[in-house]
T-cell receptor, first 113, second 113 residues
Framework: NAGVTQTPKFRILKIGQSMTLQCTQD?????MYWYRQDPGMGLKLIYY???????DKGEVPNGYNVSRSTTEDFPLRLELAAPSQTSVYFC????????????FGNGTRLTVT | AQSVTQLGSHVSVSEGALVLLRCNYS??????LFWYVQYPNQGLQLLLK??????LVKGINGFEAEFKKSETSFHLTKPSAHMSDAAEYFC???????????FGKGTKLTVNP
């Protein structure tokens, strides 16, 4: 049972480039989340989804987009990378949303230069 | 809106000593409270979860946390620290009509031999 899988593990982007961070889960969870983690700042929610076809903004959505065409996949798109998007990105899933523990992937470390 | 405050961004203890990591929350309704642990270069893992069934919650690896409504606290403790406990610990809260999990900024625990 793989759980939550994120790819790539590391990526370096130039300013203005675009990329998609991939996230897939094999637990049949309806809820999926994208967080970014910056040193000393904890985790900030970027976007979340309560099921296929349904997404909503979190605390820091600017500069990002998401889609949820299947239960398993929840990709995060960066359209015009900026240095402020240098961070570690975590995808997570949960079975029933509020009150349900999150299962995290191992993260993608992104550097924008 | 819910919020979480973790007192002390860094805590250092000796091996065998008591571990106490502090977490205070604000929520207008009884919340769901969580502690997660993050080992270097990994995602977060659930340590324990409070859901109102009992005020003292036992988690993995010998950790436990006590919910104190009057103090709006959910401090994490372990009687005897082990070198393998060195990690970053995050307190988080959800509930009150929100699907979102709000994280504290984290406390990095160092265990000295």
């Amino acid at each position: 049972n793989a759980g939550v899988t994120q790819t790539p593990k590391f990526r370096i982007l130039k300013i203005g480039q675009s990329m998609t961070l991939q996230c897939t889960q094999d637990m049949n969870h309806n809820y999926m989340y994208w967080y970014r983690q910056d040193p000393g700042m904890g985790l900030k929610l970027i976007y979340y989804s309560v099921g296929a076809g349904i997404t909503d903004k979190g605390e820091v959505p600017n500069g990002y987009n998401v889609s949820r065409s299947t239960t398993e996949d929840f990709p995060l798109r960066l359209e015009l990378a900026a240095p402020s998007q240098t961070s570690v990105y975590f995808c997570a899933s949960s079975q029933t949303g509020v009150g349900s523990p999150l299962h995290f992937g191992n993260g993608t470390r992104l550097t924008v230069t | 809106a819910q919020s979480v405050t973790q007192l002390g961004s860094h805590v250092s203890v000796s091996e065998g000593a008591l571990v106490l990591l502090r977490c205070n929350y604000s929520s207008s309704v009884p919340p769901y409270l969580f502690w997660y642990v993050q080992y270097p270069n990994q995602g977060l893992q659930l340590l324990l979860k409070y859901t109102s069934a009992a005020t003292l919650v036992k988690g993995i690896n010998g950790f436990e946390a006590e919910f104190k409504k009057s103090e709006t606290s959910f401090h994490l403790t372990k009687p005897s620290a082990h070198m393998s406990d060195a990690a970053e610990y995050f307190c988080a809260v959800s509930g009150g009509g929100s699907e979102k999990l709000v994280f504290g900024k984290g406390t990095k625990l160092t265990v000295n031999p």
